[in-house]
Protein backbone atom coordinates (compact mmCIF):
# COMPACT_ATOMS: atom_id res chain seq x y z
CA UNK A 1 0.00 0.00 0.00
CA UNK A 2 0.79 3.60 -0.05
CA UNK A 3 3.33 4.94 2.47
CA UNK A 4 3.57 8.00 3.93
CA UNK A 5 4.15 11.13 1.03
CA UNK A 6 6.21 13.63 1.61
CA UNK A 7 6.57 17.37 -1.02
CA UNK A 8 8.37 19.09 -2.51
CA UNK A 9 11.42 16.59 -2.26
CA UNK A 10 13.65 19.11 -2.27
CA UNK A 11 13.32 22.90 -1.40
CA UNK A 12 15.48 25.74 -1.67
CA UNK A 13 15.19 29.22 -0.43
CA UNK A 14 16.72 32.39 0.31
CA UNK A 15 16.62 33.38 3.87
CA UNK A 16 14.21 34.87 5.69
CA UNK A 17 11.61 33.91 3.20
CA UNK A 18 8.67 31.22 4.49
CA UNK A 19 8.77 27.65 3.51
CA UNK A 20 5.60 25.34 4.01
CA UNK A 21 6.66 21.58 3.70
CA UNK A 22 3.87 18.65 3.35
CA UNK A 23 3.34 15.37 4.41
CA UNK A 24 0.42 12.57 3.59
CA UNK A 25 0.45 10.02 6.32
CA UNK A 26 -0.88 6.57 5.77
CA UNK A 27 -4.62 6.33 5.44
CA UNK A 28 -5.53 5.38 9.03
CA UNK A 29 -2.70 6.06 11.42
CA UNK A 30 -3.39 8.65 13.98
CA UNK A 31 -0.35 9.66 15.06
CA UNK A 32 1.95 12.26 12.99
CA UNK A 33 5.21 13.25 13.69
CA UNK A 34 8.20 15.96 12.42
CA UNK A 35 11.37 15.00 12.84
CA UNK A 36 14.70 17.22 11.76
CA UNK A 37 17.60 15.74 10.59
CA UNK A 38 21.19 17.47 10.03
CA UNK A 39 23.79 16.30 7.97
CA UNK A 40 25.17 13.10 9.76
CA UNK A 41 23.25 13.34 11.97
CA UNK A 42 20.35 11.37 14.32
CA UNK A 43 16.74 12.35 13.88
CA UNK A 44 15.85 15.25 15.96
CA UNK A 45 12.17 15.75 17.50
CA UNK A 46 9.81 18.12 16.67
CA UNK A 47 6.18 18.07 17.05
CA UNK A 48 3.52 15.27 17.43
CA UNK A 49 -0.10 15.15 16.74
CA UNK A 50 -2.83 12.55 17.41
CA UNK A 51 -6.66 13.15 16.49
CA UNK A 52 -8.11 16.07 17.69
CA UNK A 53 -5.40 15.98 21.27
CA UNK A 54 -3.20 19.21 21.92
CA UNK A 55 -0.19 18.53 19.86
CA UNK A 56 3.08 17.99 21.64
CA UNK A 57 5.06 20.66 20.34
CA UNK A 58 8.08 20.64 23.40
CA UNK A 59 10.63 20.16 20.34
CA UNK A 60 10.07 23.19 17.99
CA UNK A 61 13.58 24.99 17.97
CA UNK A 62 11.37 28.32 17.93
CA UNK A 63 8.81 30.38 17.56
CA UNK A 64 9.38 30.65 13.69
CA UNK A 65 8.40 26.66 13.68
CA UNK A 66 4.84 25.81 13.68
CA UNK A 67 2.36 22.56 12.51
CA UNK A 68 -1.00 22.04 11.75
CA UNK A 69 -3.05 18.90 10.92
CA UNK A 70 -6.13 19.50 9.37
CA UNK A 71 -9.08 16.97 9.57
CA UNK A 72 -6.73 14.48 11.00
CA UNK A 73 -4.53 13.79 7.67
CA UNK A 74 -2.58 15.96 6.07
CA UNK A 75 0.03 17.78 7.62
CA UNK A 76 2.01 21.02 7.27
CA UNK A 77 5.01 22.01 8.90
CA UNK A 78 5.87 25.86 8.29
CA UNK A 79 9.00 27.88 9.09
CA UNK A 80 9.19 31.65 9.23
CA UNK A 81 11.76 33.88 8.33
CA UNK A 82 13.96 31.09 7.54
CA UNK A 83 17.75 30.63 8.75
CA UNK A 84 20.89 29.01 7.52
CA UNK A 85 20.98 26.63 10.39
CA UNK A 86 17.49 25.25 9.76
CA UNK A 87 19.22 23.75 6.51
CA UNK A 88 18.85 20.26 7.02
CA UNK A 89 15.89 16.93 5.89
CA UNK A 90 12.63 17.45 7.51
CA UNK A 91 11.10 14.30 8.32
CA UNK A 92 7.47 13.25 8.41
CA UNK A 93 6.35 9.86 10.11
CA UNK A 94 2.96 8.32 10.96
CA UNK A 95 1.85 5.40 13.09
CA UNK A 96 -1.07 3.16 14.32
CA UNK A 97 -0.56 3.07 17.85
CA UNK A 98 0.37 6.11 19.84
CA UNK A 99 2.75 4.67 22.01
CA UNK A 100 5.51 1.67 21.69
CA UNK A 101 4.31 1.79 18.11
CA UNK A 102 6.65 1.38 14.83
CA UNK A 103 6.55 4.86 12.97
CA UNK A 104 6.90 4.39 9.11
CA UNK A 105 8.97 7.42 7.50
CA UNK A 106 8.27 9.50 4.57
CA UNK A 107 11.48 10.39 2.29
CA UNK A 108 11.91 13.72 3.71
CA UNK A 109 12.41 17.20 2.80
CA UNK A 110 15.94 18.27 2.06
CA UNK A 111 15.36 22.26 2.55
CA UNK A 112 18.41 24.13 1.62
CA UNK A 113 18.65 27.95 3.11
CA UNK A 114 20.81 30.39 1.14
CA UNK B 1 19.76 15.21 29.64
CA UNK B 2 18.37 12.15 27.39
CA UNK B 3 20.59 10.99 25.11
CA UNK B 4 20.83 7.82 23.22
CA UNK B 5 24.50 7.22 21.93
CA UNK B 6 26.05 4.37 19.50
CA UNK B 7 29.06 3.08 20.61
CA UNK B 8 30.75 3.45 17.16
CA UNK B 9 30.30 5.95 14.15
CA UNK B 10 31.53 3.41 11.47
CA UNK B 11 31.50 -0.55 11.10
CA UNK B 12 33.43 -1.77 8.08
CA UNK B 13 32.63 -5.86 7.97
CA UNK B 14 33.17 -8.76 4.95
CA UNK B 15 29.90 -9.65 3.77
CA UNK B 16 29.10 -13.16 5.15
CA UNK B 17 30.42 -12.17 8.54
CA UNK B 18 27.94 -11.12 11.57
CA UNK B 19 27.66 -7.54 12.57
CA UNK B 20 27.01 -6.11 15.91
CA UNK B 21 25.59 -2.41 16.25
CA UNK B 22 26.02 -1.27 19.87
CA UNK B 23 24.11 1.87 21.71
CA UNK B 24 23.40 2.67 24.72
CA UNK B 25 20.70 4.64 26.15
CA UNK B 26 20.46 6.81 29.32
CA UNK B 27 16.94 7.12 30.34
CA UNK B 28 15.95 3.89 32.75
CA UNK B 29 12.09 4.46 32.09
CA UNK B 30 12.34 4.04 28.71
CA UNK B 31 10.19 1.20 27.84
CA UNK B 32 10.38 0.60 23.96
CA UNK B 33 13.00 0.60 21.54
CA UNK B 34 13.27 0.64 17.70
CA UNK B 35 16.51 0.23 15.16
CA UNK B 36 16.05 1.70 11.82
CA UNK B 37 18.37 1.57 8.97
CA UNK B 38 18.32 4.48 6.66
CA UNK B 39 19.96 4.61 3.29
CA UNK B 40 21.42 7.49 1.33
CA UNK B 41 18.14 9.76 0.24
CA UNK B 42 15.73 8.20 2.01
CA UNK B 43 13.47 7.94 5.16
CA UNK B 44 14.40 5.36 8.08
CA UNK B 45 13.09 2.00 7.68
CA UNK B 46 12.01 -0.58 10.61
CA UNK B 47 14.07 -3.08 11.10
CA UNK B 48 12.94 -3.93 14.44
CA UNK B 49 11.85 -3.50 18.10
CA UNK B 50 11.46 -4.95 21.09
CA UNK B 51 9.94 -4.06 24.81
CA UNK B 52 11.66 -3.45 27.71
CA UNK B 53 10.08 -6.81 29.37
CA UNK B 54 11.65 -8.61 26.84
CA UNK B 55 15.98 -9.26 26.66
CA UNK B 56 16.32 -10.45 23.02
CA UNK B 57 13.98 -10.45 20.10
CA UNK B 58 14.62 -12.34 16.59
CA UNK B 59 13.91 -11.16 12.77
CA UNK B 60 15.17 -12.47 10.21
CA UNK B 61 18.39 -12.29 9.79
CA UNK B 62 18.36 -9.32 12.56
CA UNK B 63 18.55 -9.91 16.66
CA UNK B 64 18.08 -7.04 18.87
CA UNK B 65 19.50 -7.67 22.29
CA UNK B 66 18.12 -5.59 25.41
CA UNK B 67 20.38 -5.17 28.97
CA UNK B 68 18.48 -2.88 31.10
CA UNK B 69 21.29 -3.61 33.84
CA UNK B 70 23.59 -1.46 32.25
CA UNK B 71 21.07 0.30 29.52
CA UNK B 72 22.45 -1.37 26.49
CA UNK B 73 20.57 -2.20 23.03
CA UNK B 74 22.39 -4.16 20.41
CA UNK B 75 21.59 -4.91 16.83
CA UNK B 76 22.99 -7.96 15.05
CA UNK B 77 23.27 -8.74 11.95
CA UNK B 78 23.77 -12.46 10.57
CA UNK B 79 25.05 -12.94 7.16
CA UNK B 80 25.98 -9.60 6.27
CA UNK B 81 25.30 -8.52 2.81
CA UNK B 82 26.09 -5.55 0.56
CA UNK B 83 22.67 -4.42 0.84
CA UNK B 84 22.90 -3.84 4.40
CA UNK B 85 25.45 -1.13 4.00
CA UNK B 86 23.67 2.15 5.47
CA UNK B 87 23.20 4.19 8.48
CA UNK B 88 21.73 2.61 11.43
CA UNK B 89 19.64 4.01 14.49
CA UNK B 90 18.51 2.96 17.76
CA UNK B 91 15.93 4.63 19.04
CA UNK B 92 14.15 4.77 22.33
CA UNK B 93 10.46 5.82 23.20
CA UNK B 94 11.37 7.28 26.92
CA UNK B 95 7.87 7.88 28.46
CA UNK B 96 5.30 5.07 27.91
CA UNK B 97 2.53 5.48 30.21
CA UNK B 98 -0.27 8.31 30.40
CA UNK B 99 0.64 11.56 28.44
CA UNK B 100 3.24 9.39 26.54
CA UNK B 101 3.14 10.54 22.78
CA UNK B 102 5.42 8.01 21.74
CA UNK B 103 8.07 10.74 20.38
CA UNK B 104 11.38 8.90 19.38
CA UNK B 105 14.87 9.76 20.70
CA UNK B 106 17.25 8.70 17.86
CA UNK B 107 20.96 7.84 18.29
CA UNK B 108 23.91 9.66 16.19
CA UNK B 109 23.80 6.80 13.91
CA UNK B 110 26.20 4.46 13.05
CA UNK B 111 27.18 3.75 9.60
CA UNK B 112 27.99 -0.08 8.51
CA UNK B 113 29.96 -0.42 5.45
CA UNK B 114 30.04 -3.69 3.69
CA UNK B 115 32.90 -5.06 1.72
CA UNK B 116 32.91 -7.30 -0.65
Known amino acids: GAGVSQSPSNKVTEKGKDVELRCDPI?????LYWYRQSLGQGLEFLIY????????KSGLPSDRFSAERTGGSVSTLTIQRTQQEDSAVYLC????????????FGPGTRLTVT | GESVGLHLPTLSVQEGDNSIINCAYS??????FIWYKQESGKGPQFIIDIRSNMDKRQGQRVTVLLNKTVKHLSLQIAATQPGDSAVYFC???????????????FGQGTTLQVKP
Open chain 1, 93 to 104: ASSLKVTGGEQY
Open chain 2, 91 to 105: AENPYLGSGNTGKLI
Open chain 2, 27 to 32: NSASDY
Open chain 1, 27 to 31: SGHTA
Open chain 1, 49 to 56: FQGNSAPD
